[in-house]
C-alpha cells in the first residue's frame, strides 16, 4: 500500500515564483524516506501542500488513499509533523503540551493520559512532565516535540531537520527511537541538512532541485548516479586563493567540500582531474576515493549540501558529522 502519492504536483506563487513544476512521488508503506535538496528546491512547500499549510496550484495527493482534494481533514488525521521550528507555548507543561494535542484529534482524555505518559516516558522526558516548557533544555524541546507529533498515532511521520542542534549522544538516541517506531510500521519522511542520516537510514532518499526530481533510489543508487570518484589534495599554503580558483577552472573539477588542510573534488574525468592536479597545479598528497553521498548531491544540484556554511575561496567551515548510530515567495516559505 502508498503511504504517499503525488502526481504531477505543481506551486506557483502569485510573484510567479515556480516552486513546484510537476512532482511525482510515491511513498511506500512503512519505508522510511528522505527528501533532500538544497535552498530554494521546493521542498518545505511540497511539505506544507501536504499539511495544509500551502495551497497547491495543480496536480493530486493522496496519503493512505484519502484525498487532499476531498476530504483534507481526514487526510491530515494521518499525519504526524515534527518541525524544525518549535511552535509551542513555553509558558505549558510539557504533559499539557502533549495531552492537548491528543484533544485536537478527537481522543478521549482517559486514553489521552495514557499515550502522553508512555511518550514521555519513551523520550525521557516523564521527570519533565509537570515542568514549563521554557525549563527544558535545546534537545528535550526537540524530544518533547516528537512527543505531540506522535500522540494521535499518525501511520505518517514528517521530519522536518529533526535533530538540528543536538548533540552527537542526543542525536543518536533520537535515531534509535525512531528506527524503533519504522520497524513497527510507522511511515516516515525526513528533511534534513546531514547528509550521513539520510546515508545512514533512510531506505530510499529523493533529491530535488528548481522544483523538480532529479535522482530516486537508495543511497548507494545516487551515489552512483550523481558523481564519479573522488579527489582529494592538500590546500597549498601559498596563493591559496589562485590555487582554488585554477583548480575549479580545470578539467572541469567542483569542489565538494574542505576538511582541514585537504580539499575535495569531483570531475567527469577523474584521470585526467588528478593528472592536472599532479602537474597544472602541482598538489600534493593525492586520494581518489569512491563517491559520497555528499559528492553526489552537489553534482546532481550543482550547490553545496545546506548545512555547509560558505567560506573564503569556495571552502567550507567546520561541519559537525553525526554519528551513524527560505526560499520566500510572498511571504510562504519554500526550501
Given at each position: 500500500m502508498e503511504a504517499l502519492n503525488i502526481q504531477q504536483?505543481?506551486?506557483?506563487?502569485?510573484?510567479?515564483?515556480?516552486?513546484?513544476?510537476?512532482?511525482?512521488?510515491?511513498?511506500?508503506?512503512?519505508e522510511f524516506f528522505a527528501l533532500?535538496?538544497?535552498?530554494?528546491?521546493?521542498?518545505?512547500?511540497?511539505?506544507?501542500?501536504?499539511?495544509?499549510l500551502?495551497?497547491?496550484?495543480?496536480?493530486?495527493?493522496?496519503?493512505f488513499d484519502e484525498d487532499l482534494d476531498v476530504a483534507p481533514s481526514r487526510l491530515k488525521?494521518?499525519?504526524?509533523?515534527?518541525?524544525?521550528?518549535?511552535?509551542f507555548n513555553i509558558f505549558e507543561s510539557c504533559w499539557n503540551t502533549v495531552n492537548f494535542q491528543a484533544g485536537y484529534y478527537g481522543i478521549d482524555w482517559k486514553e489521552a493520559g495514557r499515550r502522553t505518559e508512555q511518550l514521555l516516558r519513551d523520550l525521557e522526558l516523564w521527570d519533565k512532565a509537570h515542568?514549563?516548557?521554557r525549563n527544558l533544555s535545546g534537545g528535550m524541546k526537540r524530544r518533547l516535540m516528537l512527543a505531540r507529533a506522535l500522540v494521535h498515532d499518525p501511520k505518517l511521520l514528517i521530519l522536518d531537520e529533526p535533530t538540528a542542534g543536538l548533540d552527537i549522544e542526543l542525536r543518536r538516541s533520537l535515531w534509535v527511537y525512531l528506527q524503533k517506531r519504522n520497524e513497527a510500521g510507522l511511515t516516515i519522511i525526513l528533511t534534513t541538512h546531514y547528509l550521513e542520516e539520510a546515508d545512514a537510514f533512510a531506505e530510499r532518499i529523493v533529491v530535488i532541485a528548481n522544483g523538480r526530481v532529479v535522482a530516486d533510489g537508495s543511497a548507494s543508487d545516487i551515489r552512483a548516479r550523481g558523481a564519479g570518484?573522488?579527489?582529494?589534495?592538500?590546500?597549498?599554503?601559498?596563493?591559496?586563493?589562485?590555487?582554488?580558483?585554477?583548480?575549479?577552472?580545470?578539467?572541469?573539477?567542483?569542489?565538494?567540500?574542505?576538511r582541514g588542510r585537504r580539499a575535495y573534488?569531483?570531475?567527469?574525468?577523474?584521470?585526467?582531474?588528478?593528472?592536472?592536479?599532479?602537474?597544472?597545479?602541482?598538489?600534493?598528497?593525492?586520494e581518489i576515493a569512491a563517491p559520497t553521498l555528499d559528492s553526489a548531491f552537489v553534482a546532481l544540484t550543482g550547490e553545496q549540501p545546506e548545512a555547509e556554511e560558505a567560506a573564503p575561496h569556495g571552502r567550507t567551515r567546520g561541519r559537525e558529522k553525526p554519528s551513524a548510530p527560505t526560499d520566500t515567495a510572498t511571504g510562504e516559505v519554500t526550501r
Open positions: 504536483l505543481r506551486k506557483t506563487y502569485s510573484a510567479g515564483v515556480e516552486a513546484l513544476k510537476g512532482v511525482d512521488l510515491k511513498v511506500k508503506q512503512g533532500l535538496g538544497p535552498n530554494g528546491a521546493g521542498k518545505s512547500t511540497l511539505i506544507g501542500i501536504l499539511t495544509g500551502v495551497n497547491k496550484t495543480s496536480g493530486k495527493v493522496r496519503v488525521a494521518q499525519l504526524g509533523v515534527m518541525t524544525q521550528e518549535l511552535n515542568q514549563p516548557v570518484r573522488i579527489l582529494s589534495v592538500d590546500i597549498p599554503e601559498a596563493n591559496e586563493r589562485a590555487w582554488f580558483a585554477q583548480a575549479t577552472s580545470t578539467a572541469g573539477m567542483t569542489l565538494i567540500e574542505t573534488f569531483s570531475a567527469p574525468d577523474t584521470d585526467a582531474a588528478a593528472l592536472a592536479l599532479l602537474t597544472a597545479l602541482g598538489s600534493k598528497n593525492l
